[in-house]
């Protein structure tokens, strides 16, 4: 009962909590390929993964192959510079993307050529305007050039240039 100089309804208990919706990490994905053929794993690989832009450099890379425990990545003939950015941290997160689209877990790896190695774009390999190989690893290693690449994971390295310390200003006080 309450007291007459209140107005308004009675007042009511809260009604329980509502019960949280379930989060997206424990709703089922869509429900993984019958096919082993590389080039719709592959698709189904990219419609997941592209919707997160800084892995939009995936786009030069293809599934080479594929078997019952592992798939073979091969970067995209003309755009070896994204050997930049395949860390095993990186193979290992495609690997669960892959795993999602399979429904089994396969080990990645990455196809490197002929040679092994990735392309260094030196003098050598004919790419003039490319840095020489020694300098371009070197420039690759630097914190700054790999935060950059991650950050637009397009970016490539065309040039570098030594700076040289400004020369020392004579002033008096």
């Given at each position: 009962m309450?007291p007459?100089?209140?107005?308004?309804?009675e007042?009511t208990t809260?009604?329980?909590?509502?019960?949280p919706a379930?989060s997206?990490a424990s709703?089922?994905g869509?429900?993984?390929?019958?096919?082993d053929?590389p080039?719709?794993?592959?698709?189904a690989?990219?419609?997941?993964?592209?919707?997160?832009p800084?892995?939009a450099?995936?786009r030069?890379v293809?599934?080479?192959?594929l078997d019952?425990?592992?798939a073979?990545l091969?970067v995209v003939?003309?755009?070896r510079?994204?050997?930049?950015f395949i860390?095993?941290?990186?193979l290992?997160?495609?690997?669960?993307?892959?795993?999602?689209v399979?429904?089994r877990r396969v080990?990645?790896?990455?196809d490197r050529g002929?040679?092994?190695?990735p392309?260094?774009?030196?003098?050598a390999?004919g790419?003039p305007?490319?840095?020489?190989g020694?300098?371009?690893?070197?420039?690759?290693?630097?914190?700054?050039v790999r935060?950059?690449?991650e950050?637009?994971?397009?970016?490539?390295l065309i040039?570098?240039r030594?700076t040289?310390?400004?020369p020392?200003?004579?002033q008096?006080p």
């Open positions: 309450r007459a100089h209140f107005s308004g309804p007042p809260p009604a329980p909590p509502a019960e379930p997206d709703a089922p869509p429900a993984p390929l019958d096919s053929d080039a719709a794993v592959w698709s690989v990219l419609e997941r993964a592209m919707q997160k800084s892995w450099w995936l030069y293809e599934l080479a192959n019952d425990e592992r073979v091969r003939p003309g755009h510079e994204v050997f930049a860390t095993d941290v990186r290992t997160q495609i690997g669960k993307v892959i795993e999602d399979v429904g080990r990645v790896t990455i002929p040679t092994g190695a392309d260094t774009g030196d003098a390999s790419q305007g490319q840095p020489a020694g300098d371009r690893r070197e420039a690759m290693g630097l914190p700054l935060q950059v690449l950050i637009f994971p397009e970016a490539s040039d570098i030594e040289k310390p400004a020392p200003t004579d008096k």
